[in-house]
């Protein structure tokens, strides 16, 4: 799930701050669904995610190829209202840390009137910032593309930048995602829907695991109040702002429009080749065959030089044995 944080986290800035008391609060519900994904692309694979209230699991079974290598991953991660779970089912390995998300909800209830007014202009201000540096624009809105079903199930389809997200009108389930960016093409397709119950293991921890302190986060109290105060900080105000002016400056020196030419069909099928061609690099075979090429010639060129040496030895000796003898003068 952490390649949507992105796209979540501006979407929740867009929300207007009336609306959005608290964006770190989150809504107790009673509802339960568990969803099952196909996954295509430059990753194939399946996951099968769960929510009762609120618990969320996911499990991810997975296949990606990157640079002449082909890697496998096999996940499960639970989230509760204390805690966070994430575990590699192959190792079985795993970390657990703190849910920030209620500490850092206690920390905006913390701040003053004008910290938590500047913490939602920062935040929509980021949102604005990162849409136009990632060539996202109108990522917070979306373009409507029109009611899709998918295994049964109705949702509204929205494209934002390079993702396309279809989600359920009667409950918060994406039930198609599809991302395109620059060389990385996915898609994950919910192929069964279950409404109003989950299995009896969804929420099992996988056994084997072995579960340890996630140690990047060792008080969570203090550093949700750390990075909420640097939400709600002046400091980022400033940054923000100025990021903001050096962008405008730098799109009035664009092209008439202030958005980059849009790429031809050609361009963009010569793209998508090269694009290609990186994906199936063997990076770790060019060198080899690269270092051996090298000492190939190393080699060749000290065969060469031993070669001549003898050859120059011998015609040096074959010449002592004529020398002309000298004539004495005078």
Known sequence: MRRFVLVSALAAAAVPAVAQQNPFKTQKSGSKAQVTYAMTGDMTGSATVAFDGERMARRATTTSKMMGKTSSSD????????SMYNAD???KKGTVTPNMLPYMAKAYDDLDGDGKKRLHQNMDDMAAVMSKAFGMMGLTAGEKLGTKTYAGQECEEKKMGGFEICTMNKAPIMLHTKASIVCFNYEETATDVKLGSVSADAFTVPAGVVFTPDTHILKADS????????LASQELADSLAKAKT????AQAQAPAG??????????????QQACETLKNMDVGKMIADASNQMLKGMADAAK???????????ENKVKGMFKKPKIPTR
């Open 258 to 271: 202030g958005q980059p030419p849009k790429l031809t069909p050609e361009q963009q099928a010569s793209m």
């Open 223 to 230: 550093a949700a109040i750390g990075y909420v105060n640097y």
């Open 75 to 82: 996940s499960w991660t639970l989230t509760t209202p204390d």
């Open 304 to 314: 060469r030089a031993a070669t001549d040496a003898a050859k120059n030895a011998a």
């Open 89 to 91: 089912l192959t190792k």
């Open 246 to 249: 050096q962008m405008a400056a």
